[in-house]
């Protein structure tokens, strides 16, 4: 059997970036995207940083929040009370995690649902299930993309999802379940677990496990999406990135499947700003 086809994730955050630029040239109204960091956690400080400069990148504002790691939950909610009245921020997004004496729930739930583009309001998980317009969290967005961009009509697919979390599998689950597929979810008590695998044409692993989908639990010719990021031990005292799928082994068998890093990875800020866009369009169109 031939070598599966890799998905090159990279080039496809790319071509979305460019899109969303010129939809965002077209606007009467430049969108605007607020991130809030609070503390100084190196990796999340990276994550704000590449995020406002992709957000400038497209032609978009970016409203910089940061916040000391002693910021009281008050201070933290006065905050987004002010992003969620303010006409020129269209998304607003919570770089997680927080410090720890402060509610996660508490503040997503405090943000505005129209510009919530993390996806993560109840509000927004609600109008999924429900097959509502909403914001949908931007991993499980960009796997539906490049799937969409793979696959075209997923009418009948089986999909297997490999992971339950409410920011990865569980909205995956859902948007695939709205493309038609008939959707099984796995997790850490689902029993025979390659068994399931092995009847996926779609196979989403999101279970943070490095490499723990091996090449014989993927049948022959399914698409895999790897969402894992796990960082493990290599040579000469490095660590090196690899997924949830054993990638060399998956290779042999799979149809097609995303690398890691360079498959889901850069999908997720286009996303991010793929969302940011349609919370301007539709907030600024409910202004009118
Ligand atoms: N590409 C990106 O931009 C991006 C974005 C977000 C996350 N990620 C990566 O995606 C992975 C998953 O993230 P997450 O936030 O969804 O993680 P999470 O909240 O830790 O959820 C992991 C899920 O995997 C299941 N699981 C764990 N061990 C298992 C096992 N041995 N067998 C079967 N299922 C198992 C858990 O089951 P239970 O529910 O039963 O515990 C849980 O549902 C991580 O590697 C993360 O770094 C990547």
């Known amino acids: 059997m031939a070598e599966a086809r890799i998905i090159d994730g990279k080039a496809f955050a790319a071509k979305l970036l460019l899109q969303i630029t010129g939809d965002v040239s077209a606007m009467p109204v430049q969108p605007g995207l607020a991130v809030v960091l609070v503390g100084d956690d190196p990796a999340s400080r990276v994550y704000v940083r590449n995020k406002a400069k992709t957000t400038v990148e497209v032609g978009m504002r970016s409203f ?102 409410n920011l990865v599998g569980k909205p995956i689950a859902q948007l695939l379940l709205a493309e038609n597929c008939t959707v099984t979810m796995a997790h850490s008590r689902t029993k025979n677990l390659p068994e399931i695998c092995r009847g996926a044409d779609i196979l989403i692993a999101a279970v943070g496990r490095p490499e723990m989908v091996r090449g014989d639990w993927i049948k022959p010719g399914a698409t895999v999406i790897d969402v894992g990021i796990n960082r493990v031990p290599a040579e000469a005292g490095k660590t090196k990135l690899v997924g949830d799928v054993a990638f060399g082994e998956a290779l042999g068998v799979a149809g097609r499947i995303t690398p890691v890093p360079g498959g889901v990875g850069p999908m997720t800020i286009a996303c991010l700003l793929q969302n940011t866009l349609t919370a301007a369009k539709r907030i600024e169109g409910a202004r009118k």
């Open 64 to 165: 910089e929040h940061r916040l000391p790691a002693e910021t009281s939950q008050v201070e933290l909610l006065a905050l987004i009370a002010g992003l969620n009245e303010d006409r020129a921020v269209h998304g607003i997004l919570v770089q997680l995690p927080l410090p720890a004496h402060l509610d996660s729930a508490a503040v997503i739930a405090a943000i505005d649902p129209d510009k919530d583009v993390d996806g993560l309001h109840v509000i927004n998980a609600g109008r999924l299930a429900a097959g509502l317009p909403g914001l949908v969290p931007c991993t499980p967005l960009g796997c539906l993309l490049l799937l969409k961009d793979e696959l075209g009509d997923m009418s009948g697919l089986n999909a297997v999802v490999l992971g339950r979390s």
